[in-house]
């Protein structure tokens, strides 16, 4: 989107997660994208992650550079002193950021910390299990760990951070034309902690996954006609890349209509997990 969203949801009402950050102000996976999103109120920031040459983990959703940079080749061919010499050159109000340069994933979790975002990390499935432990040694090396999230459409993915990092946030992410029970049996049985699912799912497979006991995650929602939707359907999280989250003025009413739903989301997710925990 070259301008961003004039949908604004009151801050507190509802998880929104700016997707790659607020990306409709600031080329996605940057800093300064982060940095929009901190400012905005936005609950946590999504970013996703690539592995260079020498290992370092940088944020770029393609597993090249040329698309974000004008530089070009594999991440994984790559070292990071190299892709140091790329500048961003893509990317919403790209003019405003000259010399914008690839982030990485520690730099990322900085601004999340300096404005209290919880950090939504996407891990690709190609990604090599090889070297997952390095991931997770810069995530248990932060004070703020318990905020982290990771989500990915890789099961061996999941299942390797859950190892690595039993307390770690993990999540399994469902593409649009994947409907089925046997997603939800998965993450159930291997006791990830949810599931981040399209917009495009219809009404009944949402229901069946909030109904499972999982955490919820929605992408990517740009319209307040699905937001409103998966809210009311009582989802736990929606990622944007252009719905604005701050408080509102002139419409106390309106404000007043979101935190009273957000208030009662709020206790039935609270009374389900009580309950979910004296039966287990």
């Given at each position: ?9 009151p801050a507190?009402?509802v ?9 409709a102000v ?14 905005s109120?936005?609950w946590g920031?999504?970013c996703?992650?690539q592995?260079?040459?020498d ?6 959703h393609n597993?090249t550079?040329d ?11 790559l070292t ?8 961003v ?7 405003n950021?000259?010399?914008?340069k690839v ?10 910390k ?10 690709k499935e190609k ?6 432990y390095e ?8 004070d ?7 989500i990915s459409f ?5 299942l390797k951070?859950?190892e ?17 029970q046997e ?8 006791h990830?902690?949810?599931m ?7 009404d009944?497979?949402?229901k ?14 740009d ?17 944007t ?7 509102p003025?002139g419409n106390?009413?309106?404000?007043f ?8 989301y709020?206790l039935r997710?609270?009374?389900?997990s ?7």
């Amino acid at each position: 989107m070259s301008v961003y969203s004039t949908y604004s949801i009151p801050a507190g009402a509802v998880r929104m997660i700016a997707h790659q950050g607020y990306s409709a102000v600031a080329p996605g996976n940057t800093l300064p994208a982060y940095e929009a999103a901190g400012k905005s109120d936005f609950w946590g920031a999504e970013c996703d992650i690539q592995r260079t040459k020498d290992g370092v983990w940088i944020l770029m959703h393609n597993d090249t550079v040329d698309a974000m940079t004008d530089g070009t080749g594999e991440i994984s061919e790559l070292t990071y002193a190299e892709i140091m010499e790329f500048n961003v050159d893509s990317g919403n109000n790209i003019e405003n950021y000259p010399g914008l340069k690839v982030a990485r994933l520690e730099e990322y979790l900085d601004v999340c910390k300096k404005y209290g975002l919880h950090p939504v990390i996407e891990i690709k499935e190609k990604a090599d299990s090889d070297y997952l432990y390095e991931v997770a040694a810069i995530l248990s090396g932060r004070d703020e760990r318990d905020r982290f999230h990771v989500i990915s459409f890789g099961r061996e993915i999941c299942l390797k951070m859950k190892e690595l990092m039993p307390s770690l946030l993990v999540y399994l992410i469902v593409s649009y034309e994947d409907v089925s029970q046997e997603n939800i049996d998965f993450a159930v049985g291997n006791h990830l902690d949810g599931m981040d699912i399209h917009v495009f799912h219809p009404d009944d497979y949402v229901k069946a996954v909030i109904e499972s006991g999982l955490d919820v995650f929605v992408w990517t929602i740009d319209d307040m006609e699905n937001c409103e939707r998966l809210y009311n359907l009582g989802v736990n999280a929606i990622t944007t890349n252009s719905i604005n989250q701050e408080t509102p003025s002139g419409n106390t009413f309106r404000l007043f209509l979101w935190l009273l739903r957000s208030l009662w989301y709020k206790l039935r997710f609270q009374v389900k997990s009580f309950f979910a925990g004296i039966i287990n």
